[in-house]
């Protein structure tokens, strides 16, 4: 594993602890396994967006908040080679936050690369009503959110708020994005 996935498991450890919550009782509010909790906790297995979506849910943080004290500190300027990134190999998924971290400031950029084929669901929101702007980058993307569906294409940019499950469906080709969250 990876020193950014040890810090991640540790973090992870951290919040939970904090809260006062055994594995068995995040696991009842996240319905991901208790085998799989401690699994990513022991940073044994990177969680996937889902999990890492499921949990931001039931922590009420954004993934990015789950996130930003692995990361390096607060800096103006943060070249591309040094923005903080995610991959979840088995999904074909790579989260990368663009927008230099800070947990001071309101609005954040993120780029998802998605690859052919893939299907990415979050049962709800980490913060319910959080404000999104994506914009396509290249390829095709479906995203279903509050119940209506949108084919998204290059150039398109698709403004919402979360308020319940979302989902995330390439075709036969990848999809590039950013995500603006406000």
């Given at each position: 594993?990876?020193n950014?996935?040890?810090?991640?498991?540790?973090?992870?450890?951290?919040?939970?602890?904090e809260?006062g919550?055994?594995?068995?009782?995040?696991?009842?509010?996240?319905?991901?396994s208790?085998?799989?909790?401690?699994?990513?906790?022991?940073?044994?297995?990177?969680?996937?967006?889902?999990?890492?979506?499921?949990?931001?849910?039931?922590?009420r943080?954004?993934?990015?908040?789950?996130?930003?004290?692995?990361?390096?500190?607060?800096?103006?300027?943060v070249r591309?080679?040094?923005?903080?990134q995610?991959?979840?190999a088995?999904?074909?998924?790579?989260?990368?936050?663009?927008?230099?971290p800070?947990?001071?400031?309101?609005?954040?950029?993120?780029?998802?690369?998605l690859?052919?084929?893939?299907?990415?669901?979050?049962?709800?929101?980490?913060?319910?009503?959080?404000?999104?702007?994506?914009?396509?980058?290249?390829?095709?993307?479906?995203?279903?959110?509050?119940?209506?569906?949108?084919?998204?294409?290059?150039?398109?940019?698709?403004?919402?708020?979360?308020?319940?499950?979302?989902?995330?469906?390439?075709?036969?080709?990848?999809?590039?994005?950013?995500?603006?969250?406000?």
């Amino acid at each position: 594993m990876t020193n950014l996935n040890s810090r991640l498991a540790e973090r992870l450890k951290q919040i939970r602890a904090e809260r006062g919550w055994s594995l068995q009782q995040l696991a009842e509010a996240s319905g991901i396994s208790r085998s799989t909790l401690s699994r990513v906790e022991n940073a044994e297995v990177s969680p996937t967006a889902e999990t890492l979506g499921a949990l931001s849910t039931c922590y009420r943080m954004t993934i990015s908040q789950l996130l930003a004290p692995i990361e390096a500190p607060f800096a103006p300027l943060v070249r591309k080679d040094e923005q903080s990134q995610w991959q979840d190999a088995d999904n074909g998924f790579s989260r990368r936050v663009v927008s230099p971290p800070s947990g001071g400031l309101s609005a954040e950029v993120v780029r998802c690369d998605l690859d052919p084929h893939q299907d990415i669901s979050y049962a709800a929101p980490s913060l319910p009503g959080h404000e999104h702007h994506l914009l396509m980058l290249s390829g095709r993307l479906t995203v279903n959110t509050s119940g209506e569906e949108y084919l998204l294409e290059a150039g398109d940019c698709l403004r919402y708020q979360l308020y319940g499950p979302s989902r995330f469906r390439t075709g036969s080709d990848a999809a590039s994005y950013l995500i603006v969250l406000v």
